[in-house]
């Protein structure tokens, strides 16, 4: 544990920089390039809590300094700590360069660690707090130009929605990408797969006129989507639905997953889409 005590060593001079006399400026200056040797002495003794703090205290010093971008930077040096051992403490840090940032027009940083805040809440499986956050990032994306970091959070946005059965917005958020694309000659190529993912929300609520009616109006989008093995899918499962035929519905899925591996997502939104249809079927019977 040497170079934690080296980390100690430098924390101690830092404190007592800030706590003496000394010209403003250097007085600060000082304590700063203390505490970033503290950290990084913490750091290779992974004293994680120790270097996250040392950095917030960088963080404070920066500020007196006026020197926001550096004090943001700081912040997002204690949130990589604190990341390792609390994410409440690295959301904390990573809100508070988010601030600094926003503050100094650095919109596409800003983006950033809104976006990694919520994968961190998306890892904790708070959703709600996790599309909070995508949305912001995409937003800041979207300002910056940055179309396809925008529209990256915007798709995961929509998924986390689809998986608390918010499926209107994920939805609209799918075939909204999904027309955007279209005018993308780079980006046309992933309409197909788009416009499955709004299929599928669709068949989650169980209404297959309304996915038909979707079906119709993604041709109009893509007139090429008719011919794709996802479009047949969407068709063979929307008429399992009309019918209330379930093995149907199981079959036309086990056909695709053969040919294209189905991911967790798809999966998960499928397996509620089936359950929606017993649920419908187990109505019928009761009348």
Not at 92 to 112: K, P, Q, S
Not at 151 to 175: H, M, T
Not at 179 to 191: A, E, F, H, I
Not at 224 to 249: C, N, P, Q, Y
Request: glycine content about 6%.
């Amino acid at each position: 544990m040497a170079d934690e005590s080296k980390g100690d060593e430098f924390l101690k001079k830092a404190e007592k920089k800030i706590s003496g006399w000394g010209i403003f400026g250097s007085k600060y200056e000082d304590a700063a390039d203390l505490y970033e040797k503290a950290a990084n002495q913490f750091k290779l003794a992974k004293a994680w809590d120790k270097a996250g703090n040392s950095y917030l205290r960088l963080a404070d010093c920066h500020l007196k300094l006026d020197s926001k971008h550096e004090a943001a930077s700081a912040c997002v040096d204690a949130g990589n700590c604190f990341k390792k051992i609390n994410t409440a403490d690295a959301i904390r840090c990573y809100d508070a360069a988010v601030g600094h940032f926003m503050e100094i027009g650095r919109l596409n940083m800003a983006a950033r660690y809104c976006k990694e805040i919520g994968e961190i809440y998306e890892a904790d499986q708070d959703l709600e707090q996790a599309i909070a956050y995508l949305e912001k990032s995409a937003d800041l994306f979207h300002s910056e130009e940055v179309s396809t970091s925008a529209n990256q959070c915007k798709q995961k946005v929509a998924q986390l929605a689809a998986s608390l059965d918010q499926y209107p917005k994920a939805i609209e958020i799918f075939e909204s990408i999904a027309r955007q694309s279209m005018n993308n000659n780079l980006l046309k190529y992933g309409v197909k797969g788009l416009l499955l993912n709004a299929g599928i929300c669709h068949l989650c609520k169980g209404d297959a006129v309304a996915i038909n009616n979707a079906l119709e109006q993604y041709q109009d989008l893509d007139p090429t989507f008719s011919g794709t093995r996802e479009h047949r899918l969407l068709v063979d499962l929307a008429s399992a639905m009309e019918e209330g035929d379930i093995e149907k519905f199981t079959a036309a899925v086990r056909e695709y997953d053969s040919m294209t591996r189905l991911d967790p997502w798809k999966t998960s939104l499928l397996l509620k889409a089936k359950n929606k249809l017993k649920d419908m079927e187990e109505e019928d019977d009761l009348t």
